[in-house]
T-cell receptor, first 112, second 116 residues
């Protein structure tokens, strides 16, 4: 599976859009981009995934560049509860979705 | 649905002791996984299962055993605990493709294990 590179930490003002970048320059054609987040002392929580098209759900938007070498997770109106570590993961769909490789992620702090 | 449950929440073991971390899910998911999380290292996959009776090793399997006798349960056994196994352990489950929710892993609340 392709490796990802994320900034170690970021701050964002409450109410503003939080844009979290991820580089995955070695991604291959059948690999998906997944985003999870982990709020302190809890299990990770799925946010969104995509293959090559931009995606949006009730939590966030995922923008994937045309060459698929990078992506951005957008939290449109960040709240204090969005303070968490955000993981960008690139992985093939194997039999299911039973194994993902988590890196060290980006620690996002929402500032009041 | 309770989702994914893990017991115990906290555990302290002495070196050489054995124990089983319990994981159960009530969503009828075929796929289940165990991860450990250590400071500065993200989550690392220990073992996973694609269905009852089928298990396989992940990235860091040494010192751990698993079995999957039912769809619901996926216990993780530490045979002879070592201080290097001090960590937070997360169990996860996911649905069967091509169900839309099969892209998502549902994680339990974790077990914090300390080995002295």
């Amino acid at each position: 599976d392709a490796k990802t590179t994320q900034p170690t930490s970021m701050d964002c003002a409450e109410g503003r859009a939080a844009n979290l970048p991820c580089n995955h320059s070695t991604i291959s054609g059948n690999e998906y981009v997944y985003w999870y987040r982990q709020i302190h002392s809890q299990g990770p929580q799925y946010i969104i995934h995509g293959l090559k098209n931009n995606e949006t759900n009730e939590m966030a938007s995922l923008i994937i560049t045309e060459d698929r070498k990078s992506s951005t997770l957008i939290l449109p109106h960040a709240t204090l509860r969005d303070t968490a570590v955000y993981y960008c993961i690139v992985s093939r769909r194997t039999v299911g979705n039973e194994k993902l490789t988590f890196g060290t992620g980006t620690r996002l702090t929402i500032i009041p | 649905n309770a989702g994914v449950t893990q017991t115990p929440k906290f555990q302290v073991l002495k070196t050489g002791q054995s124990m089983t971390l319990q994981c159960a899910q009530d969503m009828n998911h075929e796929y289940m996984s165990w991860y450990r999380q250590d400071p500065g290292m993200g989550l690392r996959l220990i073992h996973y299962s694609v269905g009852a009776g089928i298990t396989d090793q992940g990235e860091v399997p040494n010192g751990y055993n698993v079995s999957r006798s039912t769809t619901e349960d996926f216990p993780l056994r530490l045979l002879s605990a070592a201080p290097s196994q001090t960590s937070v352990y997360f169990c996860a489950s996911s649905d069967t493709p091509p169900h839309p929710s099969s892209y998502e892993q549902y994680f339990g609340p974790g077990t914090r294990l300390t080995v002295t």
